[in-house]
């Protein structure tokens, strides 16, 4: 069973910073792509950053929404089955819930989703 | 403001057939496949439709998805109370090389 588990979330004060882990079980993780994607409270869905597969051959591919980019990293662990988002400089705006979510193929939509973690920025 | 528009709600009663509309521009739903998701309420999103008109494993076949140019549809048929959820389609920006969700619609069943 494909299952994907999300934890780091918290509360942090603005310009802070937060690690989010994704572990992920069930699947090969080494061979499918992986995307953060966020919901503010009430609010719709708003991806975050894309990464792809990777191998001892090649390195990723790496995409950032411009509300992000320059303050978030994506990072992945295939030894670990683990997707890793790094965000400092953290806003207000930031708060949301995050959800790690697996590409059914490259750029091809997310077939599964975790549960999410709630991350509040706040003084 | 979404660059992928959908109508913010959407009603229907048991049995009836409703359609939810998605519309965006050349760079993203016109050059791109969309996908649909659902996401009941307090839980995560699930993948509805991909490459416009594909439904995953275990997707009611009531569900159906259609693109015609930079606009694209989900229609559901037989509507059911538990189809109560909202509904967010998306699609890859070259542009922007980035993905765009819709700004979600929210289906009532009456």
């Known amino acids: 069973e494909v299952q994907l588990v999300e934890s780091g979330g918290g509360l942090v004060q603005p310009g802070g910073s937060l690690r989010l882990s994704c572990v992920a079980s069930?699947?090969?993780?080494?061979?499918?792509?992986m995307n953060w994607v966020r919901q503010a409270p009430g609010k719709g869905l708003e991806w975050v950053s894309y990464i792809s597969y990777s191998s001892s051959y090649s390195s990723s591919t790496i995409y950032y929404a411009d509300s992000v980019k320059g303050r978030f990293t994506i990072s992945r662990d295939n030894a670990k089955n683990s997707l890793y988002l790094q965000m400092n400089s953290l806003r207000a705006e930031d708060t949301a819930v995050y959800y790690c979510?697996?590409?059914?193929?490259?750029?091809?939509?997310?077939?599964?989703w975790g549960q999410g973690t709630l991350v509040t920025v706040s003084s | 403001q979404s660059v992928v528009t959908q109508p913010p709600s959407a009603s229907g009663t048991p049995g009836q057939r409703v359609t939810i509309s998605c519309s965006g521009s050349?760079?993203?739903?016109?050059?791109?496949?969309v996908y649909w998701y659902q996401q009941l309420p307090g839980t995560a999103p699930k993948l509805l439709i991909y490459?416009?008109?594909q439904r995953p494993s275990g997707v009611p076949a009531r569900f159906s998805g259609s693109k015609s140019g930079t606009s694209a549809s989900l229609a559901i048929n037989g509507l059911r109370s538990e189809d109560e959820a909202d509904y967010y389609c998306?699609?890859?920006?070259?542009?922007?090389?980035?993905?765009?969700f819709g700004g979600g619609t929210k289906l009532t069943v009456l």
């Open positions: 979510a697996r590409d059914l193929a490259p750029l091809m939509g997310s077939d599964y």
């Open positions: 050349s760079s993203n739903l016109g050059s791109n496949y």
């Open positions: 069930g699947f090969t993780f080494s061979g499918y792509s």
């Open positions: 490459r416009n008109d």
């Open positions: 998306a699609a890859w920006a070259d542009s922007l090389s980035a993905w765009v």
